[in-house]
Every structure is written in structure tokens, then in C-alpha cells.
């Protein structure tokens, strides 16, 4: 069997993918459906034709340095976790829309499975936080309940930090609602127990529902982060 190996970028090479990023983005542009979020940017300096944006580097650069460079997770069970700079930590996935069990095969994830991947991630002292994904349970009984159960069945069993990718904005209302449930009373927007995450399909477009759910999550003053979607099909549809 082959080794696995990867190097990193330096200095220079790093620089060189930034400077061409921020020129596609001041010359190029992107695209963004969302008309509420095409009037912020344009309030912010961002050169507007319709729906199209362009952003000049010196704006992506004053955006860059103006936001925080770490934030406090603090977890049910009075860990914190600094996330930013060389801090470095892993999660754990809970529910996935299809489990390879090996006594039954490939089905549907079940409540007893958030259950038992909560309690096990839990126990790992190198899972620093836990993410469920919102998929109905094969024993649900109607997506806003079964949501509702799996993050109690999640949350009764752990009280390692949360990760978040909310579908919609019901969803993220539901989620907002839990988190602060288990926040000991504190606001989660000075003690945020969890992290946010859109997932973008598009670096270059963004979707009206994307906009609305990062205005929604930056709103409450809590920590948000993009995703694109390179990693889809590697492992889907198996957990």
C-alpha cells in the first residue's frame, strides 16, 4: 500500500493565490441573488450592476483585518475552544442520511444512533466539538419534531461544543432555540456554544437562501463561517 504525504504552501505561493483571488473578485466579480445582501455590500463600497458584484482588493483587505482573529466556543462542559490562528481542532459527525451499519447494511439513520455517536464523541477526548446534520430520522414523526428530538438526544449526551448547518431558516431557529437552552442562561452571543456554517455550491454565486442565513446568524453578533461544497460525492452517501 502506498503512503500518503501533502505539503504546504509557503509564503510566496500563499500570496500568489490571494492576489489572484482578489482579482477575480475586483475584475470578474460574483454573482449574488439575494437583493438584500447585493445592498449591503454595495453600502460597503462594492461596485454594483444588478446582481452582479465587484470587489476592490483594498476593500477584501480592510474586511480581512477588521474582523477577529480568534472566538471563544464555550461548550456545555465548560471547555473553551480559541478558534483562529495555529489552534487546531476536530469534530465529530452524528447523523449522516444513510449509516453503514454492519449487521443490517446501508439504511436510515435512527434516534438511537444520535444517541450513541453523542454519548461516543463524548467520551474522545481528541472530538473537541459535535455536529448533527439535518436529516429526518427513519423513526421520526414529522421533520420539526424529529429535529427537535435528535438535538435533545444529542445534547443530553454530550457537552462537547456544536457545529451547525442549518437548511433553512426554520431550522436555524430551531438550532438557535436548543443552543440557547444549553447555554446556562448565558447569551450565546457573548458565550456562543456553537459555530455556524453555510455551505456556498458556487464560490463565485451566491443563493438568495445564503444570504438570508448569514444576515441571520451575523445579526445575533454570532460566529460564522462559508463552506463551498468541495468535498460532496467523496463520501457521500455513506457515514
Known sequence: M????????????????????????????????????????????????????????????????????????????????????????????????????????????RLADVERNAKLADALPLVHFILKLDWQSSDGEGFELDMIRTLRAMMANSGKAYWCFPHDLEKLQVWLDMCGICNDGKPLSTHPNVIFAVHIDHPLRFKHLEGDLMAAIVERGLPVGLMTQFFAGSIAPYS
Not at 13 to 38: D, H, M, P, W
Not at 82 to 104: C, M, T, W
Request: net charge neutral; glycine share 12%; hydrophobic share 35%.
Open 2 to 109: 502506498g503512503g500518503f504525504s501533502f505539503s504546504l504552501l509557503d509564503g510566496d505561493q500563499r500570496e500568489a493565490i490571494l492576489r489572484t483571488a482578489l482579482e477575480v473578485l475586483g475584475k470578474t466579480g460574483f454573482y449574488v441573488e439575494n437583493e438584500r445582501s447585493c445592498a449591503t455590500l454595495e453600502r460597503a463600497g462594492a461596485r454594483r450592476s444588478g446582481h452582479e458584484i465587484r470587489i476592490d482588493p483594498a476593500m477584501v483587505r480592510e474586511a480581512v483585518a477588521a474582523a477577529p482573529r480568534q472566538v471563544t466556543l464555550h461548550a456545555p462542559n465548560g471547555e473553551r475552544l480559541q478558534i483562529g490562528g495555529d489552534n487546531k481542532y476536530f469534530g465529530s459527525l452524528l447523523h449522516d442520511p444513510v449509516v453503514a451499519d454492519y449487521r443490517e447494511g446501508l439504511r436510515a439513520p
